[in-house]
């Protein structure tokens, strides 16, 4: 059976165990999200920005969810403080679902300067991140990096480039 993009980010956040989501809209990320409303075991909290969400996935960890955000690359940039700052101090672990724009195929020039220094950003802050290449990657990502967030406590990231979609 065949699965596609968003079925498998989706199926990856139920076999982490993921039941508390924040999000900011995305147009590649607007199938998952409609998937997430939609389950009654994941509460899903749609925000404006993305330390807001931050800020409530971290109280929503502090009463014992596993957290996800799902957002643009762009919010990594808005979100470099808190991440620093929340949740490296209090080791609070998220698992980062990140529409990483700017990257080849990407038809908004205004989006690959982020797009260029999303890895690089990832990196200075110390947060583990993986890029999928298919379905099945994206997947067994999610879980594998969602069960290192948890025993670290340490937010974690899974950059899905353009060509993911």
């Known amino acids: 059976m065949k699965v596609d993009s968003s079925e ?36 899903h909290v749609p925000v404006t920005r993305e330390e807001e969400g931050f800020g409530v996935a971290a109280g929503a960890h502090m009463a014992g969810k596993t957290t996800a955000i799902l957002m643009q690359n762009s919010g990594l940039g808005n979100s470099v403080n808190v991440l ?27 989006q690959v300067p982020m797009g260029r220094a999303t890895g690089d950003i990832l990196r200075i802050l110390e947060i583990p991140f993986r890029t999928p290449r298919s379905p099945a990657e994206a997947r067994e990502s999610i879980g594998e990096l969602t069960d290192i967030s948890l025993r670290t406590s340490k937010a974690v990231a899974v950059l899905l480039d353009v060509s993911y979609w």
């Open 8 to 43: 498998a980010v989706y199926a990856g956040m139920k076999d982490a165990g993921i039941d508390f989501a924040v999000s900011v809209p995305c147009v590649n990320l607007r199938t998952v999200l409609e998937m997430v409303d939609a389950d009654p075991a994941i509460m």
């Open 84 to 110: 620093a700052s929340l949740y490296s101090l209090y080791h609070i672990p998220i698992t980062m679902i990140v529409s990483h724009r700017g990257t080849e195929g990407e038809f908004m020039e205004a």
